[in-house]
């Protein structure tokens, strides 16, 4: 399974972006996929996950209500959408996928997924 993001870039304090994550090739394996970042020197950490038996949401603390992964996505593509922007949320963002079906105490570990993809920069700065 290849995995390609998309969407980050420079965004001001308050504002929006939306994250893209399209899977390719033996996605009919993939039972939940989720979003992490990481900043330098710094663990990778969870942010939002999905598991598509149920349509199952995860979202970290510190971006509940703030971000989300819409209804809306297309076959083989979670998107993140992030509002609310803020200078901490800046990060290399990655998007994973999982042969598992998540739950609430495995969805947030990066050792539950299998794949990953490249990372897209997101920067929260005015």
């Known amino acids: 399974v290849q995995l390609q993001a998309s969407g980050g870039g420079l965004v001001q304090p308050g504002g929006s972006l939306r994250l893209s994550c399209t899977a390719s090739?033996?996605?009919?394996?993939?039972?939940?996929m989720g979003w992490f970042r990481q900043t330098p020197g710094n663990a990778r950490e969870f942010v939002a996950g999905i598991r598509f038996s149920g349509s199952y949401r995860y979202y970290a603390n510190s971006v509940k209500g703030r971000f989300t992964i819409p209804r809306d996505s297309a076959e083989n593509t979670v998107t993140l959408q992030m509002n609310s922007l803020k200078p901490e949320d800046t990060a290399v963002y990655y998007c994973a996928a999982s042969r598992s079906r998540v739950i609430q105490s495995t969805v947030g570990l990066t050792t539950t997924y299998d794949f990953w993809g490249q990372g897209t920069q997101v920067t929260v700065s005015s």
């Open positions: 090739g033996g996605t009919f394996s993939v039972n939940s």
